[in-house]
């Protein structure tokens, strides 16, 4: 029962796997997709309390984890029906942008649970191989032929992240001796304040912020995002975020608020990556471009809750990106049925959307009003949960230049804002929703308000999540804490 979400998505996997040996499978493979993203809902529902320690103490299941798993089931269906008939994937691999997803959504859901470094490293793999196939996946176009470069940049950042994230494993595991987590948090703790413990954390989370698109480890993220088709993108954008976040608040929690060198790191991390992202979003054209901008710097707003090394920040960062994940996937459907046959879009592709579909530009302004952190949105709300944290553990200056970014990100928000409201059709056609996609838009709108406007409930949860990351576990297959 501990292990039922993970069963159900690799039981998914093999049978998407077992369609794809066919051809011209696509509908079923959609099918079978569909069917592992509810099947794996269903089963983080019915296995929500259970709690076990697997695979000799490298597998953690406990509410921390089967929460996230919840998300990750959600973001999983969301994808699904958000990549409708997949119009800019080649033909022949349609099937197979399935089998990736699904696997995708396998390695993150067993990447908050690995409590090893040698499982975390293979489950951070087995999410991270999918996206670079499903990047390779787009069709080309005569006047657009930048999927493989973005393919080979997503490749090679990658490779020399987890290099790096290797070689600060190797630094903690010779001065502790062990790869357990737990372990290794127990024995690192009299050390924490070690230039070369430092060194290894920081050198070690390089795979982590390379997936959360933090600054340094953020050049592939423009190009991907660009690259990439619609559908694609609108997973990278959404989802690992939420899995490297997940890790990282597992590690940040060995801490003290006392450290000063780590929380001046993450505020160094955090601050650029907050002004990087938004200064350059302000002069794109290409939309999906402007949200990889944008995506550098919701990153850097992440990490502030990090900055605080206290769990009140923690739990305001993973409630960030679960509101953040909601935000990005509403833009991303206007995205993907504005896109002209599956292509980019770009800002003038949004001209008159209150006439061409009144539904979508709704979605795209609570999507958009969200992300600029406009009340009474999940963003604001999010944000000011992180930036109240922050205060409270003397960030001031951090605090400062988090709102001045979000001054400044509201200005290219608002640019999709005015062509989607305040500017003709100019001959462009109507858009037509079919029933999931409407289905899709109003959830995600709902998802967006609520989370603004009653956020305790969610709140509440992660707090005792958190609470229960690191604390004393069942041996058996399920057990109480």
């Known amino acids: ?68 798993k919840l998300v990750f089931a959600l973001g999983f269906l969301f994808i699904v029906l958000v990549g409708g008939e997949l119009p800019d994937i080649r033909e022949d691999a349609k099937p197979e942008y399935y089998l990736f997803l699904t696997l995708n959504v396998t390695g ?28 390779a996946l787009r069709r080309e176009r005569d006047e657009q032929r930048n999927q493989m470069e973005a393919v080979v940049k997503y490749i090679m950042f990658g490779i020399t992240a987890t290099g ?91 801490a003290t608020p006392e450290h000063e060198p780590l ?18 979003a302000l002069v794109q054209k290409d939309v999906k471009r402007l949200f990889g901008f944008s995506g550098i710097a919701h990153a850097g707003y992440a990490l502030i809750g990090l900055v605080t090394l206290d769990p009140v920040g923690h739990v305001a960062a993973l409630y960030y990106l679960i509101a953040y994940q909601f935000m990005v996937l509403a833009c991303f459907v206007v995205v993907c049925r504005v896109a002209p046959g599956g292509g980019n879009v770009a800002l003038g592709d949004l001209a008159g959307l209150h006439r061409r579909s009144p539904l979508l530009m709704l979605t795209l302004l609570v999507g958009v009003f969200g992300l600029a952190g406009l009340p009474p949105f999940a963003g604001f709300m999010a944000k000011l949960t992180l930036l109240k944290a922050a205060l409270a553990k003397g960030h001031l200056t951090l605090v400062i230049v988090a709102v001045l970014n979000t001054a400044v990100a509201i ?17 462009q056609p109507a858009i037509r929703l079919d029933a999931p996609t409407r289905a899709l838009c109003v959830v995600l709108i709902a998802g967006v308000v609520l989370l603004g406007l009653a956020p305790t409930a969610l709140l509440e949860h992660l707090a005792a999540a958190l609470a229960t990351a690191w604390g004393p576990i069942g041996l058996a297959g399920s057990g109480t804490p």
């Not at 490293?121 to 087995?126: E, N, P, R, T, Y």
């Not at 559908?231 to 976040?245: H, I, N, Q």
């Open 1 to 68: 029962m501990a292990f039922l979400p993970e069963l159900m998505l690799l039981a998914g996997a093999l049978a998407v796997f077992v369609v794809c040996l066919g051809e011209g499978r696509v509908r079923l493979a959609k099918a079978t997709a569909t069917g592992a993203a509810v099947a794996t809902l269903l089963a983080c529902l019915v296995s929500f309390r259970e709690t076990a320690l697997l695979f000799e103490g490298a597998y953690r299941v406990d509410l921390f984890s089967q929460g996230l």
């Open 108 to 135: 993150l859901t067993l990447l908050v649970s690995c409590v090893d470094l040698l499982t975390l490293v293979v489950a951070l793999q087995l999410a991270s191989f999918p996206l670079y196939f499903l990047v």
């Open 164 to 254: 790096i994230m290797l070689f600060g494993m190797s630094y903690l595991f010779g001065v502790t001796g062990t790869t357990s987590m737990p372990t290794l948090q127990a024995r690192l703790a009299p050390l924490v304040y070690s230039p070369l413990v430092i060194a290894g954390l920081a050198l070690m989370w390089a795979g982590l912020l390379y997936k959360l698109a933090v600054f340094p480890f953020h050049f592939w993220t423009p190009d991907v995002y660009q690259g990439g088709s619609n559908e694609t993108t609108s997973l990278v954008a959404s989802l690992p975020k939420l899995g490297a976040l997940a890790v990282l608040v597992r590690f940040v929690t060995l």
């Open 263 to 280: 929380a001046l790191l993450l505020t160094c991390l955090a601050i650029a990556s907050m002004c990087y992202g938004n200064v350059l």
């Open 411 to 427: 200005y290219y928000y608002l640019a999709l804002v005015r062509e989607a409201c305040f500017r003709d059709p100019e001959g």
